[in-house]
């Protein structure tokens, strides 16, 4: 990171955290899902689910940087397919929250299988959330430079992002 002010303007990149942590603040799918995570089945399987959504979050800023944000913007049925995955699985989540509320004052230690379980949905959480591609690809845009290298941008950004969500999902578990 010696060449970041080559490659990208320190106040970018401080403008970049400031805005992505307060959007991050805003609470969402993931975080929703991180605290039923953290009420119900403890703090270890709230860290999983964080992993996951961390994981989800890759994907989703990577694949925007590639330009899948383009093909789903192009293509509404594209983009009405990704974003009707994403509200089934938000019903299916909401319906087993409700099911596993019954034991809300039972929080059992977390085995294997029910980690694995935290961990696919943070990730299926970070990764179904219909707007997030449209939303860093116009987010990111804003905080790149157009005459530096690119890709190095992406990943200071990218690994910037990372850090402020496990920040402030770790806040909420």
């Excluded at 990208?8 to 990149?13: G, H, I, V």
């Excluded at 959480?125 to 690809?137: D, S």
């Excluded at 992406?154 to 402030?168: G, K, P, R, Y």
């Amino acid at each position: 990171m010696r060449d970041m002010e080559t490659q990208m303007p320190f106040e970018n990149w401080i403008a970049y955290v400031i805005a992505y942590a307060v959007i991050s603040i805003i609470p969402g799918p993931s975080v929703f899902m991180v605290i039923g995570q953290s009420l119900s089945r403890g703090t270890k399987a709230a860290t999983a689910c964080i992993m996951g959504d961390l994981a989800g979050g890759v994907i989703v800023m990577s694949a925007s940087y590639l330009g899948l944000g383009l093909l789903l913007a192009s293509s509404s049925i594209a983009f009405m397919a990704l974003k009707w995955a994403g509200v089934i699985y938000m019903a299916w989540l909401g319906i087993m929250q409700i099911r596993t509320a019954r034991n809300l004052l039972e929080i059992k230690p977390i085995s294997t299988a029910s980690a694995r379980g935290s961990l696919g949905a943070g990730f299926l959480t970070g990764v179904l959330n219909p707007k997030a591609i449209m939303f860093y690809m116009a987010f990111l845009a804003q905080f790149i430079e157009p005459t530096a290298p690119q890709l190095p941008q992406f990943m200071i950004l990218m690994a910037t992002s990372t850090l402020v969500v496990a920040l402030v999902l770790g806040g909420y578990a």
